[in-house]
């Protein structure tokens, strides 16, 4: 029988899940909510070989139905929810490339057991914000190349305000725009297995990975 998902965090010591579902404290002071523009997105590209190969280990999370394109109401206990989320996966998971963590060059996982590398912070931010309530269409794994022109995964959020971007190399919730990525591609909205070409935007601030 397949474990629970909270069992199956707890059990890997993380005390995350719970940590990171929990609503924000009506107290908070309420952030300044920031701005985006809407990327740009092409036809229909590739699909990435991590997600296929995720989809075959992970079937449940992929064999959903199309559904119509929504965006998250960016209030400002939506945004606290996304950084919190955002902070805690990042800083829960230790970095870890796919060849020293499973002696493969490219496998998309959850870290279940604490470590993983760009794809597997941005699984596991997709599904506790799912988990907490906000809808896949606008939680799209997305393909990008970093600074160095390496190749790197990141999750985009689609809101009221724009495109956003969570990274695993910063706790900054940016704007897709102010990364200095070069956007290739991402996830439809309609369809987390269609994939989609997008444009490229201005050049952003540099940032240091953690």
């Known amino acids: ?16 899940a719970s940590a990171v579902i929990a609503p924000a404290s009506t107290a908070a002071a309420a952030p300044a909510l920031p701005h985006a523009s809407a990327a740009a997105v092409g036809g229909r590209t590739s699909v990435p070989y991590g997600w296929v190969d995720f989809c075959n280990r992970y079937a449940s999370d992929c064999d959903v139905q199309p559904l119509d394109p ?25 970095p870890e490339t796919d060849m020293d963590h499973w002696g493969v060059v490219d496998r998309w996982d959850y870290p279940t057991d604490g470590k993983g590398d760009c794809e597997d912070y941005a699984l596991l931010k997709r599904k506790l914000l799912i988990h907490a309530g906000y809808p896949r269409q606008a939680l799209l794994m997305t393909v990008v190349k970093d600074l160095d022109g390496e190749g790197h995964a990141i999750l985009t959020v689609k809101t009221s305000r724009g495109d956003f971007v969570l990274d695993n190399l910063t706790d900054k919730v940016l704007p897709w725009s102010d990364t200095g990525y070069k956007f290739i591609k991402r996830q439809s909205q309609a369809d987390p297995n269609l994939w989609q070409s ?6 952003g601030p540099q940032f240091t990975a953690k």
């Open 198 to 203: 997008i444009g490229t935007p201005a050049a």
């Open 70 to 94: 929504v965006d998250i109401d960016l209030t400002p206990a939506a945004f606290r929810d996304i950084e919190r989320i955002d902070r805690q996966v990042n800083a829960a998971v230790t």
């Open 1 to 16: 029988m397949a474990m629970d998902w909270t069992k199956a965090a707890i059990l890997a010591g993380w005390a995350l």
